[in-house]
């Protein structure tokens, strides 16, 4: 092991989370979030303030990232950060549970079909 | 301001996995209602226990673009397609887009049937539904579906399936047929938990 001059970072985009690359809420990547309250503390980031105005239509996570070009691990940990503090508010995926599982792949089948 | 807003819908996901260039991403864009999306999937996350260094010793694409469509359904669920990067290398984001999933097709090109094997053999593993779908370029089938069926080694009961990935009704039938598979391995998970659990 030699002292090595340091690498470049590979994480820069999370420099918008403080580094932070887990948020508290794991959020699976195709969750729908609405804004419940655009009330952003002064001095929130354009980031933040960019996912609570799209947010005012429901988007899923990786929508978010692919429209305002936000790296997807960073939107999740924004996401997970708004959701905290109540300002978005998450919809349904998959259950685990088989009983509610049957009942949305059912309507899923369905819709399907009527595609 | 907020009070007609509407509930955020379920969101349901559908994995389109397969080689490099077998049509994952015409499959998607057959069927979605919007233009095909694009996003980089950070690999940070996975990195950890992973030696990033070792792997690229100098420079590295430390993203993998993730393409996805999306269906909305009339009554509150959406569901996503999402397509897999093809190459082993980024496996690691096939974890979380199968977490939770309804099931995953996977593409097959039979001119190269070997590069659908580990995408088959992470969702036999996972447990998660899947289907062949065999994308016929062209309109050519170079091989019967009891062929391939045999070449890919899958369970007799996972549909085997011929398609065009650029039709959009082929696509809707390949997705119906995976919707189906998966409800009836809900149900029989169900039955099989409900005979256990005296």
């Known amino acids: 092991m030699t002292d090595e001059p340091t690498r470049p970072a590979l994480t820069r985009p999370y420099v918008l989370t403080g580094g932070r690359t887990r948020s508290a809420t794991d959020l699976p990547l195709e969750a729908i979030v609405v804004t419940e309250r655009a009330t952003l503390p002064v001095g929130a980031t354009p980031e933040l303030r960019a996912i609570v105005e799209l947010a005012e239509e429901p988007h899923s996570i990786v929508e978010i990232a692919a429209i305002l070009g936000l790296h997807l691990g960073v939107v999740r940990v924004l996401v997970g950060d708004l959701t905290a503090d109540g300002i978005l508010s998450v919809g349904a995926t998959a259950s685990s549970e088989l009983d509610e599982r049957i009942r949305v792949l059912e309507r899923l089948l369905e819709g399907v079909r009527g595609l | 301001m907020a009070s007609d807003r509407t509930p955020a819908p379920i969101a349901l996901k559908v994995v389109v996995a397969g080689g490099f260039g077998v049509g994952k991403t015409t499959t998607v864009g057959a069927i979605s209602e919007i233009e095909p999306l694009s996003t980089d999937a950070?690999?940070?996350?996975?990195?950890?226990?992973?030696?990033?260094?070792?792997?690229?010793?100098?420079?590295?694409?430390?993203?993998?673009?993730?393409d996805f469509g999306r269906i909305t359904f009339p009554d509150g669920i959406v569901l996503y397609l999402f397509g897999t990067p093809?190459?082993?290398?980024?496996?690691?984001m096939w974890n979380e887009l199968?977490?939770?999933?309804?099931?995953?097709?996977?593409?097959?090109?039979?001119?190269?049937?070997?590069?659908?094997?580990?995408?088959?053999?992470?969702?036999?593993?996972?447990?998660?539904?899947?289907?062949?779908?065999?994308?016929?370029?062209?309109?050519?089938?170079?091989?019967?579906?009891?062929?391939?069926?045999?070449?890919?080694?899958?369970?007799?009961?996972?549909?085997?399936?011929l398609f065009d990935a650029r039709d959009r009704d082929s696509v809707k039938h390949v997705l119906t047929i995976l919707v189906d598979r998966s409800l009836g391995l809900a149900r029989s998970d169900l039955v099989a938990a409900g005979g256990s659990s005296r």
């Open chain 2, 42 to 66: 950070a690999m940070t996350e996975v990195a950890a226990g992973v030696d990033v260094a070792s792997l690229t010793p100098d420079k590295v694409d430390t993203t993998a673009a993730l």
């Open chain 2, 86 to 92: 093809g190459q082993e290398r980024f496996a690691f």
């Open chain 2, 98 to 161: 199968a977490r939770g999933a309804v099931g995953a097709i996977v593409v097959v090109d039979t001119r190269r049937l070997a590069e659908s094997f580990p995408a088959i053999d992470f969702f036999e593993d996972l447990g998660v539904p899947f289907v062949v779908a065999v994308n016929c370029f062209d309109g050519k089938i170079l091989h019967a579906p009891v062929d391939i069926r045999e070449a890919v080694a899958v369970d007799p009961d996972v549909p085997v399936e």
